[in-house]
């Protein structure tokens, strides 16, 4: 059983660029959730995907942005970066089976200079 | 906000029984009670969930009171790859924010040799 990935581990961009992460689900899993992770900080839930479809979204400005494929993979974009965007970005997946106990990637780490 | 109130932090003897406690007094009927820790710079790992029964699994026990405002997770035998910071979370079962964790602070577990 292959777990959650994410790519790429670490990143550097300059404030105002865009930046696009990506994450593949756990085998059998079709919903994936995005959460944000400042240092110091408990995971904070930005949106998540089901069926290709956003399904809930957070506290986050529409510059925060998500894709999900038919293969369940996802994809974070932010555009317009700030500094405050410096995170830990993690993905998780889970099954829509009613618990959708929540499994999570090692995450990327976006400093944004 | 988070729903849950835990201790900033906690030592425990390495292969004694660390035992974490969880304050979820406003939590409703419809709400699981889930626990994840994060190892320093991973993502979130599941450990267990319950809903109002006590539940055991390979990683550990979970223990809720009977009037559901309280729970302890139960590592039964702590080692040093336990020291991590250690989240309760309450999650409805169906409806709005059933598709999100919300993070608190949680406690960090340090197991001392």
């Known amino acids: 059983e292959t777990g959650v990935t994410q790519s790429p581990t670490h990143l550097i961009k300059t404030r105002g660029q865009q930046v696009t992460l990506r994450c593949s689900s756990q085998s059998g899993h079709n919903t994936v959730s995005w959460y944000q992770q400042a240092l110091g900080q408990g995971p904070q839930f930005i949106f998540q995907y089901y069926r290709e479809e956003e399904n809930g979204r957070g506290n986050f400005p529409p510059r925060f942005s998500g894709l999900q494929f038919p293969n369940y993979s996802s994809e974070l974009n932010v555009n317009a970066l700030e500094l405050d965007d410096s995170a830990l970005y993690l993905c998780?997946?889970?099954?829509?089976?009613?618990?959708?106990?929540?499994?999570f990637g090692p995450g990327t780490r976006l400093l944004v200079l | 906000d988070a729903k849950t109130t835990q201790p900033p932090s906690m030592d425990c003897a390495e292969g004694r029984a660390a035992n974490l406690p969880c304050n979820h007094s406003?939590?409703?009927?419809?709400?699981?009670v889930y626990w994840y820790r994060q190892i320093h710079s991973q993502g979130p790992q599941y450990i267990i969930h319950?809903?109002?029964n006590n539940e055991t699994n390979e990683m550990a026990s979970l223990i809720i009171t009977e009037d559901r405002k309280s729970s302890t997770l139960i590592l039964p035998h702590a080692t040093l790859r336990d020291t991590a910071v250690y989240y309760c979370i309450v999650r409805p079962r169906s409806g709005a924010g059933s598709y999100q964790l919300t993070f608190g602070k949680g406690t960090k577990l340090s197991v001392i040799p």
């Open positions: 319950g809903l109002k």
């Open positions: 406003t939590i409703s009927g419809n709400e699981y």
């Open positions: 998780a997946s889970s099954i829509r089976d009613g618990t959708e106990s929540q499994y």
